[in-house]
């Protein structure tokens, strides 16, 4: 009998969770197979370069989840306070209130960086260029739209380190929390 499919999205989802708890260089093949369920066959079918070809698709699921729940929302018209609430929940939603670290940031700080700066760099910016774009269309100037944006993402990160450091998920939620205020202040 032929060993059941395994779906490569959810394979995906659990090999990211388990980078986000052992980092990229201290997550083994053998780690990566159990977590997914996937035969040797069939890792080295989905993932012909391995490891990297990995990494680069779980980095790719995250991407397309922040493009449909975070960058599609700032590509309208809709008011700021229910643009910024869907995104400050959808970004709450996502990092489990503060529970789960950004695999994009974490890449940035430890040994994962250099094999993957493109894709780093490209999230960050596409994540203040969303937001500066946002915030220019309701009326900020470009300088000001920007510095709310990489003032948000600082908080956003920042709370992420701090919630993980101290072991308290209110500063995640705080942070956010003045993160939108902030955004919603300078627009009024």
């Avoid at 643009?83 to 994009?104: E, P």
């Avoid at 260029?129 to 993402?153: D, K, V």
Wanted: glycine fraction near 6%.
């Amino acid at each position: 009998m032929p060993a059941p499919k395994i779906d490569k999205a959810r394979a995906i989802a659990a090999i990211a969770e388990l980078f986000r708890e052992q980092g990229y260089h201290g997550t083994s093949y053998a780690q990566i197979m159990k977590a997914s369920g996937l035969g040797k066959g069939s890792f080295y079918n989905y993932f012909p370069a391995g490891k990297v070809d990995i990494a680069k698709a779980v980095l790719k699921q995250i991407d397309c989840w922040f493009e449909e729940n975070i960058f599609a929302p700032l590509d309208t018209n809709d008011v700021p306070e229910k643009v910024f609430c869907k995104m400050f929940i959808a970004v709450n939603t996502y990092f489990d209130s503060g529970q789960r670290i950004c695999l994009f940031g974490a890449f940035a700080l430890y040994d994962a960086r250099e094999p993957f700066s493109s894709e780093i760099k490209s999230y960050f910016q596409r994540w203040i260029e969303a937001i500066t774009t946002y915030l220019q269309n309701q009326g900020l100037s470009e300088p000001e739209s920007r510095h709310l944006a990489q003032c948000s993402m600082v908080a956003i990160q920042g709370g992420l380190v701090m919630a993980q450091a101290t072991d308290d998920t209110n500063v995640f939620t705080q942070a956010t929390s003045e993160a939108k205020n902030m955004m919603l202040k300078a627009l009024k």
